[in-house]
């Protein structure tokens, strides 16, 4: 059965910052509750409890919630009022919707003397003659009685009435108990039965026993796999409609039973789910004969680009800006590069081989794309012209020296796509220039010298 866990308080403990020594508000409604336990020892500061819509059978492990003052049960399979004489603060109590007979066991709230309201409507108690004289005439400081307001004069004639009415209540009470007697007994049977039947289902399964081989059993399961599932499907569609159009009485046997029959098929169809993922067959990523494949599970944008210049393969895959780089493994092998994102892998062969030793791979801070940069294996030396880049910097140095015997700093802009070869005129011009002394610079002249 599931009981109240720690975990499961102190999760629905959020707005309390998950303390719950000083917890005063709870809610574990639909929670599938089978046992009501340790509240009194975790949550002693209760002020609210809403446990409603869970399979609770019994009022329990709620007496030391001294501060307590409000608690909804409703929807329960409680069948009767006790232990909550300890609630000394407690004044709302909702049990709508259980399956409280024996009403006499409401003269326990006698005890909890600020007690104003009391609902019991949907149990099989308010179905009893004098039900509310009853409960007027037992509880007299209750104010509201299933939402109605409880009169001084209606007070005063259910007392009146009140060992009369008391009679009948025990002797309905009587013959109620012992149609739940009954109603126990049919559950149980009804329970051995289903497991009965279960067991022979599970010992006259076929492909177990029928095959002597191993081997034949393997094929002989293997060819009669998908007619086994669909045999499956149809029995288990077959048993559905059986187990709900079943007449069965409104109990809280049943209604456990429902529960249980309920769990049983989700936990079932996660076991046939989980096993089909399991199942799925790898990706393909290499064939048979060595021959690496491109692969993008992921479906994500890429581009490569082929740095001529540096010499290298710079990859940008589109991963989301937000995904964790632990989640992204890259692999550069000399022919492709793999990068498993979140499992799933982007396979891609490259042009001609690269380093995967000085490869690279970065996230960008703009983007968040995954940045892979793999130098070629083959090197290529491309021509760069030296010869004009010397040149300019001998004329630099040259006119830098001549202005500084000039006693002028003038700043020169050298525009290098003009230089694509040696100029032999200007070398001639500046052993012409040497030894005369300081002058001052003339570049009209020297454009003209160009030309």
């Known amino acids: 059965f599931l009981s109240v866990t720690e975990d499961l308080v102190r999760r629905r403990a959020e707005h309390n910052n998950c303390e719950i020594f000083s917890l005063e508000e709870i809610s574990?409604?639909?929670?599938?509750?089978?046992?009501?336990?340790?509240?009194?020892?975790w949550c002693r500061d209760l002020k609210i409890?809403?446990?409603?819509?869970?399979?609770?059978?019994k009022i329990e492990n709620v007496s030391k919630l001294k501060k307590l003052e409000y608690l909804n049960v409703a929807l329960n399979n409680i069948e009767r009022i006790e232990n909550l004489e300890g609630c000394e603060e407690l004044k709302k109590l909702d049990l709508t919707a259980n399956f409280i007979g024996e009403l006499s066991s409401?003269?326990?709230l006698k005890h909890n003397i600020h007690l104003k309201e009391l609902f019991l409507v949907g149990n099989p108690c308010t179905e009893f003659e004098g039900y509310r004289q009853f409960v007027v005439a037992t509880l007299h400081q209750l104010k509201y009685l299933d939402s109605k307001e409880i009169e001084r004069s209606e007070r005063i004639k259910a007392l009146q009435d009140y060992p009369e009415v008391k009679?009948?209540?025990?002797?309905?009470?009587?013959?109620?108990?012992?149609?739940?007697?009954?109603?126990?007994?049919?559950?149980?049977?009804?329970?051995?039965?289903?497991?009965?039947?279960?067991?022979?289902q599970m010992e006259s399964k076929p492909g177990f026993d029928s095959p002597d081989c191993p081997q034949e059993k393997e094929n002989h399961l293997a060819e009669g796999d998908g007619e086994q599932e669909t045999c499956r499907t149809?029995?288990?569609?077959?048993?559905?409609?059986?187990?709900?159009?079943?007449?069965?009485?409104?109990?809280?046997?049943?209604?456990?039973?429902?529960h249980r029959y309920m769990e049983e098929k989700r936990r079932a169809k996660d076991k046939t789910r989980e096993s089909k993922k399991s199942e799925k067959p790898p990706w393909t990523l290499v064939t048979a004969e060595g021959k690496v494949?491109?692969?993008?599970?992921?479906?994500?944008?890429?581009?490569?680009?082929?740095?001529?210049?540096?010499?290298?393969?710079?990859?940008?895959?589109?991963?989301?800006?937000?995904?964790?780089t632990?989640?992204?493994?890259?692999?550069v092998q000399p022919t492709y590069v793999r990068v498993l994102v979140k499992g799933k892998p982007?396979?891609?062969?490259?042009?001609?081989?690269?380093?995967?030793?000085?490869?690279?791979?970065?996230?960008?801070?703009?983007?968040?794309?995954l940045v892979v940069t793999m130098p070629k294996a083959k090197d290529i030396i491309l021509a760069k012209q030296k010869v004009s880049a010397s040149v300019k910097h001998s004329d630099c140095d040259t006119l830098q020296k001549n202005a500084r015997r000039s006693g002028k700093v003038e700043k020169l802009e050298v525009d290098p796509s003009k230089y694509s070869f040696p100029d032999v005129t200007k070398i001639i011009q500046e052993k012409e220039r040497t030894g005369q002394g300081p002058i001052k610079l003339q570049p009209e002249k020297i454009t003209e010298v160009k030309k």
């Not at 559905?240 to 429902?258: A, I, N, Q, V």
């Not at 396979?347 to 000085?358: C, G, H």
């Open 167 to 200: 009679q009948k209540i025990r002797e309905q009470e009587q013959v109620y108990l012992l149609k739940r007697a009954r109603e126990k007994e049919e559950a149980e049977r009804r329970m051995q039965e289903r497991k009965d039947k279960k067991q022979k």
């Open 234 to 258: 149809l029995e288990d569609d077959e048993e559905d409609r059986r187990f709900w159009e079943e007449p069965t009485p409104y109990t809280p046997e049943s209604r456990l039973e429902t």
């Open 106 to 108: 409401i003269e326990s």
């Open 326 to 331: 632990s989640l992204l493994d890259v692999d």
């Open 346 to 369: 982007f396979q891609f062969v490259l042009p001609e081989e690269v380093k995967p030793d000085s490869s690279s791979a970065k996230r960008s801070q703009t983007t968040g794309h």
């Open 49 to 57: 409890l809403y446990l409603q819509n869970n399979l609770i059978p």
């Open 28 to 41: 574990l409604h639909q929670q599938e509750i089978e046992k009501l336990e340790y509240l009194d020892k």
């Open 293 to 324: 494949l491109n692969v993008n599970v992921p479906k994500l944008d890429f581009s490569l680009k082929d740095d001529e210049e540096n010499n290298q393969f710079i990859l940008e895959l589109a991963v989301y800006r937000y995904l964790d």
